[in-house]
Every structure is written in C-alpha cells, then in structure tokens.
C-alpha cells in the first residue's frame, strides 16, 4: 500500500463550478500536511498547509481527517488557471521528510 | 519564497557518461537539501537527504554509489548520476530548507530533465 494514495483523475470541471478531492494516507503518526500544485514539466509549489481545524485561503479549502487518515482539497468557482496536478504531502512526525502523493490531475474547461 | 535554482534545466547525454545537477538556494542558507526524481506520471520519490558537510542519507533502493551527492556548502548542492542509462532518465528536483527539523518549509528548485540515450 502506499504511504499517499490519490485518484489520478483527471477531474473535468466546468468553468466556475466547484471540485473537491481526497487524499489518504497511512501513517497515523503523520505530523504535517499539505496541497501543492505542480504544473506540467515544472517544480512542485506549496498550495496551502493543511490544519486540523480546515483552513481556507480564497476560493481553496483543505480539511484534514485525522481518525479517517484523509485530507481533502475543495475548489470553487474555478478557474482555467486552476489546471494541473494536485499533490497531497505529508510530513512524518520525525525530520523533515515529505512523502508525496502521486497527484489529482485538475482539467478546467471553458 | 525563498528562491532555489538548478543547472542545468535540461540535458541529454548518452549512456554511460556521468551528468552533474546543481541545485543552489540564492537567498537563504539551505542547512538540508534533498534530492527527488519523478518519472512520467508519476510521483515525486525522495531520493536522498544531504546536510551540509556530512554524508548524504539515501532511501531504500537508491544506489549511493549510483547517485553521487555532495553538500559541500550552505548554498550548493550537486547531484552526479554516473554511468547513467536510459532506465535514469527522469526529471530530478531538488528542494532545501534552512534546517532539518519539522516545520520547516522545503523550496523546490526548477527541476533538471534528463534524458540519457
């Protein structure tokens, strides 16, 4: 099993409607988390962290599921700008290791 | 954010030569860099965590003798794959961080493509 599964997608979204997606993972001692972004054939770019209590930043808002080992990221209003791969993070509770999820691919369409 | 580059961006070589990755932070001092790979579709793999001035600490089925890593100062590291084959082509980033402790954010570079003939 790995330590970071997410449904590959991809997700068609209509222009301006809202897309929500999970993420599990299965080390239960798993200290911190996050959404990046990772456009094609570039670098990973941090998202948003991930907090126990949901944060939102703008039309993006994470939840975090500790008893159910699941994060989810929810998008509304979206944009054509929003596409790419979204990629779960977690970070063990020793070091600052990060294990990478193998990504949600996000199509936004007109 | 904090800016971390990479050189080169892109290179193809052919089988069994040796290709050199730099991955420097430009504005901070990157106590812990660490190198990933991530083949077509597929996730970023962590590959190894270097510390200024000690040995690098390789994931399980990474070969260190393969995979020459050197952190020889608080803003360069280097990444040499040697003899490299066409199963080695892959993007390769790297990401520092000014400590090695937890909470402290990684800044990824650009990332290398490399492709091996």
């Known amino acids: 099993r790995k330590e970071v599964e997410q449904d590959p997608g991809p997700f068609n979204v209509p222009e301006g409607a809202t897309v929500a997606f999970n993420c599990t993972y299965s080390n239960s001692a798993s200290q911190s988390f996050f959404w990046y972004r990772q456009d094609c054939r570039k670098e990973p770019k941090l998202l948003m962290s991930v907090y126990s209590s949901g944060n939102e930043d703008g039309r993006f808002t994470a939840q975090l599921n500790r008893a159910s080992q699941y994060i989810s990221l929810l998008i509304r209003d979206s944009k054509l700008s929003d596409s790419a791969t979204y990629l779960c993070v977690v970070r063990q509770a020793a070091g600052n290791k990060l294990t990478f999820g193998g990504g949600t691919r996000v199509l936004v369409k007109p | 954010g904090a800016v971390v580059s990479q050189h080169p961006s892109r290179v193809i070589c052919k089988s069994g030569t040796s290709v050199k990755i730099e991955c420097r932070s430009l504005?901070?001092?990157?106590?812990?860099m660490f190198w990933y790979r991530q083949f077509p579709k597929q996730s970023l793999m962590l590959m190894a965590t270097?510390?200024?001035?000690?040995?690098?600490?390789?994931e399980q089925g990474v070969e260190k003798d393969k995979f020459l890593i050197n952190h020889a100062s608080l803003t360069l590291s280097t990444l040499t794959v040697t003899s490299a084959h066409p199963e080695d082509s892959s993007f390769y980033i790297c990401?520092?961080?000014?400590?090695?402790?937890?909470?402290?954010?990684?800044?990824f570079g650009p990332g290398t493509r490399l492709t091996v003939l």
């Open positions: 270097s510390n200024e001035g000690s040995k690098a600490t390789y």
């Open positions: 990401s520092a961080s000014n400590s090695g402790g937890a909470g402290n954010e990684q800044f």
């Open positions: 504005d901070f001092q990157a106590t812990t």
